[in-house]
C-alpha cells in the first residue's frame, strides 16, 4: 500500500479557514500557525498520513529551516521562495510510485502545477472539511472509549444490570 502525503501551504489555510482568518485579522499570526499546526497534527495522527506544512518566508523573512513539530513536518522557506514555488521542487521529487501526494491550496495556478506533477489537489475548504470530520470521529472514538472503561469497572454484574433495568422500568410503567 502507498504511503500518503500531504503538502500543505499554511498561510493558504490560514487565509481560509474561519477561526485561523480571525487570528489573523487580530494580528495573532503565530497564534494561527499554531493552531493550525495542533488540527493538521490531530487530522494526520487519525487518518494515518503524513503531513508537510509550507509556510513563506516572505511573511517570516530570513528564517528558512525545517523542523518537526506536532509530528508534522513544518518548512519555512527560504528568502524570496513561496511556499507554492517549494512545493512544485518537492512534490516533483517525490517518487509517485511508493506515495499518493496530494496537496492542499486554494490557488487554482498552484493546483494546475500540482496536476502537472502528477499529484492530487485538495482545495482549503476540503481540507477543512475533513480536519473537522476527523475531529469529530476523534470525540466520538473517545466517547466510546471511556464509555467502554466506566462499563468496566462496574462492580455489577451483567446480569445484575439488566436485572435493575428491568426493575426500574417496572417501576416507570407503574408510575404511568
Known sequence: ???????????????????????????????????????????????????????DAQLVPGIQQQYDRYNLTVVFTKEEETADTYIERVVGEENLLIANVYVATSDLAEQWMIFQKGANRKSANELYKDVQRAKKNIELDTRMYNMQGSRRRSALKPEDVDRLKQLYQEMVNQKD
Open 1 to 55: 500500500m502507498k504511503k500518503e502525503i500531504l503538502y500543505v501551504d499554511g498561510y493558504n489555510m490560514i487565509g481560509a479557514w474561519p477561526e485561523l482568518v480571525k487570528l489573523k485579522n487580530q494580528d495573532k499570526l503565530a497564534d494561527a500557525r499554531d493552531r493550525l499546526l495542533h488540527e493538521l497534527s490531530n487530522y494526520a495522527k487519525y487518518d494515518g498520513i503524513e503531513v508537510k506544512v509550507v509556510f
